[in-house]
């Protein structure tokens, strides 16, 4: 995959990532939102690194690709994950480089471009009803409210908020 926009590059992992995936993993919203996608070593990054890559070429996923600054630098990643209901969007830039859009700039170049490749009529979003900054992302992406209570969320009965993105309602 090779995605580009004004800022970023989506491309594929490479192995030689592990480091950045390991050190984008450990921020505090990493550990509070998604704890389940911190990986405390380089080396269980770099296991990780390389099931994505092996991930590729099937239709089953998981589908994570990280963000690359022009420069080439690691700054996060955005995933379509398959549940039973259907394909879930998950994002993550690290802390040094939130707030700048980076997130609504990856989602938006993502979002067609996975729908079209997997032949998708919807993309789902759900995240902690006090993940804030996500569901910004989501609304600004044009991701549609689904539902907001309590639900499943990494293992336990949370709050939070379902949105689907539709690709006919983009064009």
Not at 76 to 82: D, T
Not at 116 to 144: D, P, T, W, Y
Request: charged share 25%.
């Amino acid at each position: 995959m090779r995605i580009e926009t004004e800022r970023l590059l989506i491309t594929d992992f490479r192995a030689d990532m592990a480091e950045a995936v390991h050190r984008n993993s450990l921020d505090e919203d990493n550990r509070r939102f998604v704890p389940d996608e911190v990986f405390e070593t380089v080396e269980e990054a770099r296991e990780v690194v390389t099931f994505l890559m092996g991930r590729y070429g099937g239709t089953e996923g998981p589908f994570v690709h990280p963000i690359l600054l022009k420069s080439g630098e690691n700054i996060g990643y955005v995933q379509l994950v398959k549940l039973p209901e259907g394909w879930e969007l998950g994002y993550h830039v690290a802390k040094d480089h939130t707030n700048r859009g980076y997130a609504t700039e990856a989602v938006r170049a993502f979002l067609p471009a996975m729908a079209e490749r997997m032949g998708l009529s919807q993309i789902l979003g759900i995240c902690l009803a006090e993940n804030h900054a996500s569901a910004r992302v989501m609304e600004k992406c044009g991701f549609r409210p689904l539902f907001r209570g309590v639900g499943p969320y990494q293992g336990a009965q949370r709050e939070i908020i379902k949105n689907a993105w539709y690709p006919a309602a983009q064009a």
